[in-house]
């Protein structure tokens, strides 16, 4: 396989291909999506509705959502402020595909994780990813149960090695 040259059309096409599927494939972003799926939500509603979302992460990830034509914000001139946020006709066409996605997530998660023990076991990694705050915290080594392990962040071998 010959590297295009970015220059080349198709190179760049590659490049905003992947820059949109990172925008749309983050935890949050599908988050959101999903939750936008049942209609129109307000920022309290969203943020109670992703556990573990930062208020700040929130804002960011509807913003770029927004900037992307996936999600309508809609501000009410009350005192309150409200602020109201609703998938876009884009964002509806998107939604389908997020949907089946979080139904394959749900359907597969126990052999998911079943083949995560597996590999695990068989490389002589532990449960806990290297250098996590809660490792630290817990005395068992063990992840916590209600927090899930970053998909990214690399297993400790039994010795310490990686």
């Excluded at 983050?26 to 799926?37: I, N, P, R």
């Excluded at 005192?79 to 964002?91: A, E, F, H, K």
């Excluded at 990694?125 to 996590?132: E, R």
């Amino acid at each position: 396989m010959v590297a295009k040259p970015p220059d080349d059309p198709s190179y760049r096409l590659n490049c905003r291909t992947r820059e949109l599927l990172g925008r749309i494939g983050d935890k949050w972003s599908l988050g959101v999506l999903h939750q936008l799926m049942d209609g129109t939500k307000r920022f309290t509603e969203l943020r109670r509705e992703l556990h573990g979302i930062s208020h700040r992460m929130l804002t960011v990830t509807v913003r770029a959502l927004e900037r992307d034509g996936l999600v309508r914000r809609t501000v009410h001139p009350v005192v309150p402020p409200r602020v109201d946020y609703t998938l876009t006709p884009l964002g509806d066409t998107l939604a389908t595909h997020v949907n089946a996605l979080m139904a394959w997530v749900d359907d597969n998660i126990v052999a998911v994780d079943t083949a995560r023990a597996q590999f695990d076991k068989q490389e002589g990694c532990t449960d806990t990813p290297a250098g996590s705050p809660t490792a630290a915290a817990q005395p068992s080594g063990k992840w916590c149960s209600d927090e899930p392990a970053p998909a990214h962040a690399p297993l400790r071998r039994a010795g310490g090695a990686r």
